[in-house]
């Protein structure tokens, strides 16, 4: 099976990518994120692998609910997912 | 004392006579500047339950203590008085080059008094004053980039700061503002009305004074540090692409307002966006007076029927105008947020009163009649007209919309106030609440009515400190609303920008510390914390004066009853229960009893009793202003 990750506004520019599609068999937000720190202005702006960390500003939906409400990296993602990685998030 | 000049300027419109008073060290301390200096000025001296448009009404300038100093957006000012849109305290604050003029002009606030016989604007050159007549050169006939303009020409200089009227508030529209700098607005709660209502068309300032610091030498460093970070990666989304990256990222959270606040998510959203604006229209980018960010995004519109239409285009006017009305038209766009700016309305109200037009004009609450033509959602070129026919008052449709949303659903009826989407008659921002609940709790408590910026509380939401689609946890949701409010306080009595309000690593302990390092008065973290309180507490009380109640704490109708039918945020709503579980929840934290009133251990606790009675405070509901043709 196959989700959309979507990078938003400064973030999308920065990593020269805005939308991907990557193939997911039960896996969780952690797999997917070590997955794409293999870009280094992904492992710079969003998440770090040696710490397991996401950086700073860095907000990640799953389907429109953050993950810090559901379960964090662990969170398992599934079918038609819609993955929104924001940084940084905020009003105006 | 440094920072303050510790002046003001006290103008008797009616008579002409100007005082010139002092401000004690005590006074600045407490009040601070901006929304605190606004607020004791508007509690002391309006007569309770006062016409807003009256005389009687006084409309105070003023500023904090930064302007003028090298700290990172300092150089704003605050207008206040009693809102002839709301009925209750009104505030709006702007940025440019007003704020710095001012203070270098040494004027910390200027009050202005009764009604001038005559259109007049008021120059403040250095400690001269002069009131000039101007019925014959600006009043009626120039908008306010025009008047800007005629002003800085007049006195051969381009520093001048100018804040000004349009027609809008000429005739006093209930939504009118103030522009300064062509881009940036007082915006909110119709301060532009009262000006009209004054016959005062421009205050302009031209200072050459210089401007000390108590402690120069720790503040210069402290300044130069903070200049740094706020050019970092705290503030790289407003210089970027701008606050307009907001409409896909709330797209992408199903809480973009659409068609009047009935959908969360928009079909042509990308049209109206950040990465849309910056790759088509976006022709320059500007910055305030002493702000190294520049958030303002500069469209113009090089061809088409809007050819030459130019505005700084945000994300709150982008909603408003935009998918709030259904409308994708950049263009169009554009030259609604220019008409607003000149004619001076408000972007934020005017966006939303004319989405509730045209769901009125769909469901033959407003007429053809009434308008004049069809008024529908999607319809960009009946939208500017329309945004026209508001600032200029010249249907009947222009003018009942001119009320604001409450007024002219109170005037129309039919069901109307249902989706009329304000908060205590102010308009609503650019957030679906139904799918941000902790900031549905803080847009409706917010002190001027329908508000982000009172406090942030849809951060809590996002970040995902709770879960945006329960209802749960209500302490812990208004322990987090009541300290951002407080901090929002003392933010906007500074004032200074809230854009750089993650660049204070240490929040209002570190901001304590400059403030003691320019003004000379030492305070704390917690000494301003309190404050912040006292000052919010103190606008609260202005309201139950005014008449305000608890049912002024309620959402719009809507967010009770329409389930969000599509997105990311499909099928939420407020319950209203539980609603009002977080409201109660809310007042016990902030020391008021059931109705939202302030007890009298909390009126003890913030220094408020030796001049606000707890009698004065239970709501008398027929003091409360309603705007009306």
Known sequence: MSIKINAMSELGHYLGWKQKEVSVENQTIRTILIDLASQEQFQEKVYDPVEDALRAGVVILVNGRNILQLEYLDTILSENTDLTIYYPLGGG | ?629
């Open chain 2, 1 to 629: 004392m440094k920072g303050y000049t510790g002046k003001v300027a006290r103008i008797n419109l009616a008579t002409g006579d100007i005082k010139r008073e002092e401000i004690s060290e005590e006074f600045c301390r407490n009040w601070i500047g901006g929304y605190g200096m606004g607020i004791k000025v508007v509690w002391d001296e309006v007569p309770a339950g006062c016409d807003p448009l009256s005389p009687d009404n006084v409309l105070v300038f003023n500023i904090g203590p930064f302007p003028g100093t090298i700290l990172p957006t300092s150089s704003k000012y605050g207008v206040f008085a009693k809102s002839p849109l709301t009925g209750l305290f009104g505030m709006a604050i702007s940025s440019g080059s007003v704020g710095a003029q001012m203070r270098r002009a040494g004027w910390n606030m200027v009050i202005l008094e009764k009604k001038a016989p005559e259109p007049v604007y008021i120059m403040f050159d250095n400690d001269d004053i002069q009131i000039q007549p101007c019925s014959e050169t600006l009043w009626g006939k120039k908008d306010s980039w025009e008047t800007e303009e005629w002003i800085r020409h007049h006195y051969h200089d381009e520093r001048i700061g100018v804040s000004s009227i349009g027609k809008a508030g000429e005739i006093m529209v209930r939504i009118a503002c103030l522009t300064n700098d062509r881009n940036r607005q007082a915006g909110r709660t119709g301060m532009g009305a009262v000006m009209g209502s004054k016959n005062v068309k421009a205050l302009a300032f031209r200072g050459t004074n210089s401007v000390e610091v108590a402690h120069p030498k720790e503040f210069y460093k402290k300044g130069k540090e903070l200049i740094k970070i706020s050019m970092g990666p705290v503030t790289i989304k407003y210089r970027d692409l701008g606050t307009p990256v907001n409409v896909l990222e709330f797209q992408k959270l199903g809480i973009l307002p659409t068609r009047n606040f009935q959908s969360g998510v928009f079909e042509h959203a990308f049209d109206v966006s950040g990465e849309k604006m910056a790759e088509t229209w976006v022709v320059k980018k500007a910055a305030c007076s002493q702000c190294p960010i520049g958030c303002d995004h500069l469209v113009y519109i090089k061809d088409g029927p809007y050819k030459g239409a130019v505005a700084s285009v945000d994300y709150e006017c982008s909603f408003s105008v935009g998918s709030n009305c259904g409308i994708w038209d950049m263009p169009a766009i554009t030259r609604a947020i220019e008409l607003c700016d000149r004619h001076t309305i408000d972007g934020i109200s005017a966006g939303v009163c004319v989405s509730f037009a045209m769901e009125a004009f769909e469901n033959n609450v407003l007429t053809p009649e009434q308008v004049g033509y069809d008024l529908k959602f999607g319809d960009g070129d009946a939208m500017v007209r329309f945004i026209e026919d508001i600032c200029l008052g010249r249907t009947e449709a222009g003018k009942i919309i001119g009320l604001g949303s409450r007024g002219a659903a109170n005037y129309l009826g039919q069901n109307s106030m249902h989706y009329a989407m304000q908060v205590k008659g102010l308009e609503m921002p650019g957030y679906v609440v139904r799918g941000i609940k902790t900031a549905a709790l803080g847009f409706a408590v917010a002190i001027r009515g329908g508000c982000h910026l009172r406090n942030g509380a849809y951060q809590f939401d996002i970040k995902g400190d709770f879960d945006r689609f329960t209802q749960d946890k209500p302490e812990e949701r208004v322990k987090k609303i009541i300290n951002m409010e407080n901090d929002y306080a003392l933010i906007d009595s500074y004032i200074i920008c809230k854009f750089t309000r993650g660049i204070y690593k240490n929040g209002v302990d570190e901001q304590a510390e400059v403030y003691s390092m320019v003004t000379g008065i030492d305070v704390t973290g917690d000494d301003l914390r309190t404050r912040g309180a006292a000052i919010h507490n103190l606008a609260k009380c202005y309201n139950l004066r005014e008449g305000a109640t608890k049912a002024d704490d309620y959402l719009p109708e809507r967010d009770y009853t329409d389930p969000l039918p599509e997105g990311p945020s499909e099928g939420q709503y407020i319950d209203r229960d539980l609603y009002t579980v977080m409201l109660d929840a809310y007042y016990s934290e902030r020391g008021w009893d059931s109705d939202g009133v302030p007890t009298q251990e909390t009126l003890d606790k913030y220094g408020l009793s030796s001049f606000v009675n707890l009698d004065d405070l239970h709501p008398i509901e027929e003091r409360r202003y309603m705007p009306c043709l």
